[in-house]
């Protein structure tokens, strides 16, 4: 199957294999199948696998898992640099590698990168920036390397999305005028397109079950930006 998929496939550079609950209760051992793949297609392409089972994980970390799993193929640097760490649409990444650029802030990457062959050097002068809530075992891994957490809250609307901006500029010493010059026009542009939502949104009641991480973020962008009144969060 690999064979007949590398064949037709041949922009592929990495394969991850994702245990999953069939293969865990068959006991297959996916990380000797990976160590073997890769000696078969050295140079060609990197197998590495995690276990994507409901048996041990939920749904929300399957990104966690993969990510977690490509921390050790990453080289070593003492480069200053932010890491922007979670997976992005290109446009968002672009546009947060624009903002901090603006900030003063020269060297910025993102982990995953766009291609899997040029995965970026960490060290202990890298600054992880969390773009994704169910990172926490690759946080825990970067951090074990070396790197510096930035700790901000989710950027999920315009306070959320200030306070980690301004988060990542306080821990680069980026002077406060001009991260408030920056942020300014965007906010302003920010709140005019949350307008038309929160005239239909103003005043209804909200429960948010505990099913994701996402809630106490969501429920601070629905109460404070859109006027929804919380029941329970």
């Not at 922009?11 to 000797?32: M, R």
């Not at 951090?143 to 901000?152: K, N, P, T, V, Y």
């Not at 429960?207 to 973020?217: A, C, K, N, R, T």
Request: net charge neutral; glycine share 6%.
């Amino acid at each position: 199957v690999v064979n007949d998929l590398i064949a037709r496939r041949p922009e592929i550079k990495t394969l991850f294999l994702v245990g999953s609950c069939p293969s865990e209760v068959i006991k297959l051992d996916l990380s000797t199948v990976a160590e073997k793949l890769n000696q078969r297609f050295l140079g060609k392409v990197r197998f590495v696998n995690y276990s994507g089972s409901g048996i041990e994980t939920t749904f929300t970390q399957g990104e966690d898992g993969a990510l977690k799993s490509l921390i050790p193929l990453m080289e070593n640097t003492e480069d200053k640099k932010l890491l922007l760490v979670g997976t992005l649409a290109n446009n968002v990444e672009d546009r947060f590698k624009k903002i901090f650029s603006n900030l003063g802030i020269p060297n910025i990457e993102s982990f995953p990168p766009r291609q899997s062959t040029q995965l970026p050097k960490i060290g202990n002068n890298t600054k992880v920036l969390i773009t994704q809530p169910y990172l926490s075992e690759t946080v825990r891994d970067l951090e074990h390397r070396g790197c510096q957490i930035i700790h901000a809250p989710f950027p999920l609307g315009v306070e959320g999305s200030k306070l980690w901006i301004e988060a990542a500029a306080n821990s680069f010493n980026i002077d406060n005028s001009l991260v408030s010059s920056t942020l300014e026009p965007l906010i302003l542009r920010a709140r005019k397109a949350i307008e038309p939502y929160k005239q239909k949104l103003n005043g209804k009641k909200l429960f948010l079950l505990p099913e994701s991480q996402l809630e106490i973020p969501l429920a601070r962008f629905l109460n404070r930006e859109c006027g929804m009144e919380l029941i329970e969060v």
